[in-house]
C-alpha cells in the first residue's frame, strides 16, 4: 500500500520579498519532495480570507489575511510519501522562536505571522487547498 501524498505549501509574502524562494525550495527537495505545480501570484484579501475561512473567528485573521495578500507568493503542489505531515515537520512550529533547528521556520521565520512558509493540515484540507489554487 502506497502513501503517496500531496500537500499545498506557500512561500509567504516576507519570504519571496526577501528572495528566499529558491532556498526554501531547495530545502524541500533536499528533502524528498517533488514540486508538482508551482506558480507566483499576488492573490486579493477576499481571496485570503476565504482560504483562511477556518481562522475566521481567530483575533488575528483579519491581520493573516491583509498580510497574505500583501505582496507575491509561491504556490506549490509537493509530493512524496507522508508528505503532510513531512512539511509541517520541515515547516517547523508555527512560531518560528518555538521551531527546532534545520526547519524552514527556524531558519528564515521573522515572527508569528510573518513565518515564511504555509503547509496543509491534513490530508483532507491539502486536497482542499490544492484545488482552491490549480483547479484547472
Ligand atoms: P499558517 O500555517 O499559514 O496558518 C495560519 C497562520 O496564522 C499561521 O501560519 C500564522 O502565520 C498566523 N498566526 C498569527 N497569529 C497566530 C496565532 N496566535 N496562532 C496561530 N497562528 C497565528
Redesign the pocket.
Known amino acids: 500500500m502506497s502513501n503517496i501524498e500531496q500537500t499545498l505549501s506557500?512561500i509567504?509574502p516576507d519570504a519571496v520579498e526577501r528572495n528566499l524562494e529558491n532556498e526554501i525550495k531547495e530545502m524541500f527537495k533536499n528533502d524528498g519532495f517533488s514540486i508538482l505545480k508551482e506558480k507566483k501570484i499576488q492573490i486579493e484579501k477576499s481571496e485570503a480570507e476565504n482560504f483562511?475561512k477556518v481562522?475566521e473567528t481567530?483575533?488575528?485573521y483579519n491581520?493573516?489575511c491583509e498580510?497574505?495578500s500583501s505582496g507575491p507568493i509561491v504556490v506549490m503542489v509537493l509530493e512524496k510519501k507522508n508528505a503532510v505531515l513531512g512539511n509541517r515537520e520541515l515547516?517547523g512550529a508555527?512560531?518560528p522562536k518555538n521551531a527546532e533547528d534545520g526547519t524552514i521556520r527556524k531558519k528564515y521565520g521573522i515572527?508569528?505571522?510573518?513565518?515564511s512558509?504555509?503547509?496543509s493540515?491534513s490530508v483532507e484540507n491539502a486536497k482542499i487547498e490544492i484545488d482552491f489554487f490549480f483547479k484547472d
Open positions: 506557500i509567504k483562511y481562522h481567530k483575533p488575528f491581520d493573516l498580510y497574505l515547516m508555527t512560531d515572527s508569528i505571522d510573518k513565518n512558509v504555509h503547509g493540515d
